[in-house]
């Protein structure tokens, strides 16, 4: 079991940069692929980008190459999501999510956090 607490959100400009981080408790955190997702209004739960469990492997959306770095500590049991040149169309729920195994997936994971929110204004 993995327990997952997202934070960092909030309210920014377009252009900006917030880094989102999703703190884990419970067993072997460094043995789950963490990812994140977002989901905008009216809109599907969405991949953001996912690493492996050593931080080695590394995958993106389209949308977010460039501007989005995902990154963990295993040390401190957290991921991290930096988020730079934010747009307006970022703005969502963002969720971290954990799952067993070595594949850097889309799908598949078994535990979620609540979510927090990150709003780019125009």
């Known amino acids: 079991q993995v327990q997952l607490v997202e934070s960092g959100g909030g309210l920014v400009q377009a252009g900006g940069s917030l880094r989102l981080s999703c703190a884990a408790s419970g067993r072997s955190f460094s043995s789950h692929v963490i990812g994140w997702f977002r989901q905008a209004p009216g809109k599907e739960r969405e991949f953001v980008a996912a690493i492996s469990r050593s931080g080695a492997r590394t995958s993106y959306t389209n949308s977010v190459k460039g501007r989005f770095t995902i990154s963990r500590d295993n040390a401190k049991n957290t991921v991290y999501l930096q988020m730079n040149n934010l747009k307006p169309e970022d703005t969502a729920v963002y969720f971290c999510?954990?799952?067993?195994?070595?594949?850097?997936?889309?799908?598949?994971?078994?535990?979620w956090g609540q979510g927090t929110q990150v709003t780019v204004s125009s």
């Open positions: 999510a954990a799952r067993t195994g070595i594949t850097v997936s889309t799908t598949g994971y078994d535990y």
